[in-house]
């Protein structure tokens, strides 16, 4: 496709958070720029970036290229040739930068308060700019605040990738079940307890699910967030929050993680043909009101979460008036959680007709 | 919920057909009227409706409680007190009310090209309104045409009822994967299929379990629609055209009913373990054309569709951004896939926000 044939629209894009979804969000942008431009007729600009270490900016954009060199070579952005600095902060940077949109996309750290991710969401939104972020803090900590700040100034919060990686979980329930009651939310949106689980299920001991689980990538420094169910809890708070209309908090949710899951109990499910998952529920009462848990559940064959594979997430939406609503994903590398990012992306700047302009015709 | 406290802005809806969907409309606009009102800000008022017998219409709009008594009476619409008119046709009907939005829910008549519907649904657009539709026959036979139409018109057409019942597998792929690559789509849209093929493994006859589909009012009189993959086919159409954006029409799908399954043949199936079910499936080709077909395939119980009950309709995505999709839904009567209506007109309607506005805090 030809860029000479497409009207384009910049979109300025700062991004905070250059490791796992930022990295490959920067590659995407490669990847997909074109395609973008010619179906959406939008184009994409990185005009600043930051990292831990430093950061970047630049007004006719950064090459992507050159920040997904400068990331895979474990250097920090601040050492981008001529509009790096070395030791300039993100919450600095989104303070200052002349952008449209902040992907925000910085380590979860809710022990730290959700920083630097929920000062930068709230400086850019109060600076009138559109938030997209895959990083579940920030809104897990203030979901009503951001979403409050960003309809009073007029822009859009877009947070897609904090629940099952790539999965549309919250496109699906806070947009196609929005005119429905929903009874219960059944999901499995944590994929490193799956991949152990399945592990364990297949002979390993716990040691080696858990190395296995590390040299994959899978499993951070401190294993506790996933393993302890806090990921999973803090997924379900986004769901309560944003699709139940619910102001749950961390506090709210009844955990119990999988560290105490003993493989034997792990197998004798699986002999019986039922696989063990850390289940993250959340069921109406009478009165309105939802008990919230995320707790290791055996799920049987028959239950559409029952037969995810290893790197299978998913969820089950009850409801009054769209019966029995479940959806799964499967990934095999991050990029689909990064690519939530584009997603956003798209939500906030080509609403209306679903599919865009209608692209030229080509044959079946 | 109390009317005062909401404000209010009326959309004016007229109905064509009031059978199994239309008719089903009418009572959620019963049963969610006070919730889309204070939800979403929006007065659903029926100002119009038809049937193959007659139409009524009035401004200050028509009591749905009484169109539902009247249709469960099974009476025409004509009937409705002083405002109903026998004889006068759907096409008269939208030509002259004033109104905001056409919900076409007439019969898919392909054989009578796609009539009353397609010149319902162009006549509602040359007049500037929207058009929702869970009706097939429009949108297979001539897509691009009434895409052009709204466009040129600045108003939106809906049509996610068109495949899967009330899955939202058109919005998933038109919007959620439209940032993808889809390399394949693999689809189980028709549900009278599945359930036939389910009696048959259970030991049913072919005569058995077509009349006991026929007895659940699954089935219509002229049975080849769904039986010889027609139905599965016009889906894939859909799907090709509004996801894939190939202008693909009926006769491109290579297409294989079920009539000619034996009942040994599911039942073997059975044994070892996988459920034979009409799958729609398009496969892309290197040179970005893509395959179409329709017909009857073993699906492992591993496979994102092999456990769909006898209720469950699916849907998955493989893509290059995102892993691979799988949605599923169970429905039990066509309640949801009349829902899809509510589900189009708030796409419609309330775009932006996905949540819409924040309700008022409640209690986990």
Redesign the interface.
Known sequence: MRKGSCVERPVRIVMVGLGNLGRRFAE?LIA?GD??RC?FGLDLRLVGAADSHGAACDPDGLDPRIVVRIKSERGSIGAYPTAGRMGLGAVDLVRSVDADLLCEASPVNLGAGGEPGLSCARIALERGMHVVTPNKGPIVLAY?EL??L??EKGV?LRFDGTVA????A???G???L???EISRIEAVPNLVTGFILDRLAAGASWEAALSEARAEGQLESDPTWDLDGWDAAAKLVIL?N??L????RLE?VDRKGIAGVSPDDVRREARQGRAIRLVALAERFPN?????SVTPRPLS??H?LG?LGS?GMGIVYSTD????????????TP??SA?TI??DL??IYV?????????P????
């Open positions: 995407l997909k395609f973008v179906r009503r979403v409050g960003a309809k859009s990686g790539g999965l549309p919250l496109y699906l806070m947009r196609d929005r005119g429905a309560a944003a699709v209309h619910v102001p749950a709210d309105g009101t939802y008990s919230l064959s028959d559409p037969r790197r008036i769209y019966g029995t609503i479940a959806a799964t994903i499967e990934e095999t990029l689909p690519a584009l997603r798209l939500d609403p209306g007709e679903p599919s865009g302009s209608l692209p015709a080509a044959s079946p």
